[in-house]
């Protein structure tokens, strides 16, 4: 009978919660919201040495959190989520480390395709972005089957961005754009000998060119528009190699709550200064 | 005599010697700036002896080699300060704006705050300091505005950066210097060949300048060096790709802190790619009242990051 009172008491006060954040987010709508938001998940090793947690447990709390963030962000309009889930640089951890977090993932990777996970429940895209080849095959083939699994969804997208660094896929982008750059060139050069016997100097000078356009066709976030805002949890202020060439103009937040931490409040602050600065920085885009 | 020999030798930190053509004696604001700095009599000699010799000697360097380096304000450690401090320089024209004068004066005002922190870094150590001044962005202000900024870049390099030269700075300009006015791309060009050979701290100021175009002038010089067989397109890796950055030309081209002022928190498209690993600090001090304690708050906040790199620390 308790249990029975005990539970009733909890569906309802979840219901009235969700009930005031519906209410929170629709006030919050009555200014513009983020298309999207990037998230560096820092300090979840912390969070399990503050807490006594054994290893590996500060990043199983930190999936539940980002659960969570990803349900508020999907609820509020939010379209684009990317998160930080593993940088090429965390490859220079304790192997022990290194294979906890790829058996994690592993896991929480299969779960995505569980009906009853949010991917399906917020119709999802899911996008695994990174330097893939780095990543062990069991995980690659993982990721690879939930792009596919999702690649109809269309309401929201969410970018997990694993052997990732934003120096490596610019890198990548440049080589790929000027790959292709040269084989146009190239390609053009001979057209234009067989057709006119000669070369137009200008023409070939033009099309040798790299422009903006050929280094974001081949960047590996190039499904998303530029973040609006970046969050990097725990208080450190640094970009550690993520979304340097998106993030040329995004707000950046740096709460001190340790990812595992960080709740709908964060979120609420984040947007609440994005609408501060919103108007100034579409100004701005206009002009440029 | 000896007090005959000190006068000549003060006489000569002033004006800086003679000049071998017309005999005549060169006095600059710089100079006079050294007299502040004791001179001990053996050094006072010794420039005498340098002067009779007939060379032109420069006076500035001997100042700076007599004179002790400043201790570091307390709460600093000077194995923990920083190589590379970039500072994006913002509010001038908001800090104007709430005085009732013309961005013009904001401007010049954080010219004035630039001058002092050069001056900081040069007695605390910094290698290499680094301004955001011009924006590739910045040309969609008012045509006004615009020429006024540019008129004033080239009155701060030609009169206020020459005061650098004594405290062997080296300055270099980075950007697309094509765009911009003839006469500020001359006075650019003479201040970085003369003081191209200095030791001291290398300042980097941004003119006509963005990440994005350092970015896209990096990969337009890789595409040239691949179509004239200079390269293969396979061997384009990132330490290749980081050579072909402007920011290059510095012995520590990547910064260690990036300072915003004004409280906005976003890089505005200055560094993108060499701030990959960068600790940031926002300060809510619009630039021109940006203080000496300040940016000692900036340094210690610094001082306390721990820097992981992504890898190993818990």
Same mark, same amino acid.
């Given at each position: 009978?308790?249990? !029975? ?73 939010? !379209? ?209 | ?31 006079? /700036? ?41 709460? =600093? ?6 190589? /590379? ?14 005085? +009732?004068? #013309?961005?013009?004066?904001? /401007? ?8 002092? %922190? ?6 605390? +150590? ?25 008129? =004033? ?8 950066? &020459?005061?650098?030269? +004594? ?6 300009? %980075? ?9 500020? &791309? ?15 701290? /290398? ?18 010089? %890789? ?8 390269? &293969? ?9 980081? #050579? ?27 560094? =993108?790619? &060499? ?35 992504? +890898?190993?620390?818990?």
């Amino acid at each position: 009978m308790e249990n !029975k009172i005990e539970s009733y008491a909890r569906s309802s006060v979840g219901s009235l919660v969700n009930h005031m954040r519906r209410l929170l987010f629709r006030v919050l709508s009555t200014g513009p919201i983020p298309n999207h938001i990037a998230f560096i998940l820092d300090g979840n090793r912390r969070y399990a040495k503050k807490q006594n947690l054994g290893e590996g447990m500060g990043h199983r709390a930190g999936f539940v959190t980002l659960m969570s963030l990803m349900k508020y962000c999907y609820e509020l309009g939010v !379209k684009y989520v990317t998160v930080y889930a593993f940088s090429i640089d965390n490859f220079k951890r304790r192997p022990e480390e290194v294979q906890s977090l790829m058996d994690l993932m592993l896991e929480k990777i299969e779960g995505l395709l569980k009906e009853e996970s949010i991917v399906n429940q917020y119709g999802v895209r899911v996008y695994f972005v990174g330097n893939l080849k780095l990543l062990n095959a069991p995980v690659r083939d993982a990721a690879e089957k939930v792009m596919k699994a999702t690649a109809n969804n269309n309401k929201s997208i969410l970018l997990i961005c694993v052997a990732y660094t934003s120096t490596d896929e610019i890198t990548h982008a440049a080589q790929e754009a000027i790959d292709e750059k040269w084989g146009e060139i190239q390609e053009s050069s001979k057209a234009s000998i067989a057709q006119n016997g000669e070369i137009s100097q200008e023409k070939h000078e033009g099309n040798r060119t790299i422009k903006v356009a050929d280094i974001e066709r081949h960047i590996y976030m190039g499904v998303a528009p530029d973040p609006d805002i970046l969050v990097r949890t725990s208080g450190e202020t640094r970009l550690s190699n993520f979304l340097l060439w998106q993030t040329s103009t995004c707000l950046l937040y740096s709460p001190k709550a340790l990812w595992p931490e960080i709740g709908l409040r964060h979120l609420v602050w984040a947007v609440l200064n994005f609408q501060r600065v919103h108007p100034y920085l579409e100004k701005r885009r206009k002009q440029v | 005599m000896a007090c005959l020999v000190s006068t000549c030798a003060k006489l000569a930190f002033v004006f800086g010697g003679i000049n071998p053509t017309t005999l005549s004696l060169q006095a600059t604001p710089a100079k006079q /700036h050294a007299l502040r700095f004791p001179f001990p009599c053996s050094s006072i000699i010794r420039c005498s002896e340098s002067m009779a010799r007939g060379a032109r000697t420069n006076v500035l360097s001997l100042v700076k080699a007599m004179q002790t380096q400043e201790a570091l304000p307390k709460g =600093l450690k000077p194995e923990l300060m920083p190589n /590379h401090i970039a500072i994006i320089s913002d509010g001038n024209r908001r800090w104007s704006n709430e005085k +009732g004068f #013309k961005s013009q004066l904001g /401007h010049r005002n954080g010219a004035r705050v630039m001058k002092e %922190i050069v001056f900081l870094c040069c007695n605390w +150590g910094i290698k290499v300091v680094s301004f955001f001044a011009f924006s590739t962005e910045n040309w969609a202000r008012p045509k006004e505005q615009v020429d006024a900024l540019m008129c =004033l870049f080239e009155d701060v390099i030609q009169t206020d950066l &020459q005061e650098f030269m +004594g405290y062997n700075v080296r300055i270099s300009f %980075i950007g697309d210097k094509s765009k911009l006015p003839k006469s500020l &791309q001359e006075v650019m060009a003479t201040v970085e060949d003369s003081t191209r050979g200095n030791m001291g701290l /290398h300042l980097m100021i941004a003119i006509n300048y963005s990440g994005r175009y350092d970015i896209m002038q990096a990969s337009r010089s %890789i595409t040239s060096k691949v179509k004239d067989g200079f390269l &293969q397109v396979e061997d384009i890796n990132e330490t290749l790709f980081e #050579k072909e950055l402007e920011t290059n030309c510095a012995q520590f081209p990547n910064p260690d802190l990036l300072i915003r002022t004004s409280g906005e928190q976003r890089i505005s498209n200055f560094y =993108l790619w &060499q701030l990959a690993y960068t600790e940031v600090f926002f300060s809510v001090k619009k630039f021109p009242d940006f203080e000496e304690e300040d940016f000692i708050e900036a340094l210690i906040s610094f001082q306390k990051r721990e820097r992981r790199y992504g +890898g190993n620390k818990y």
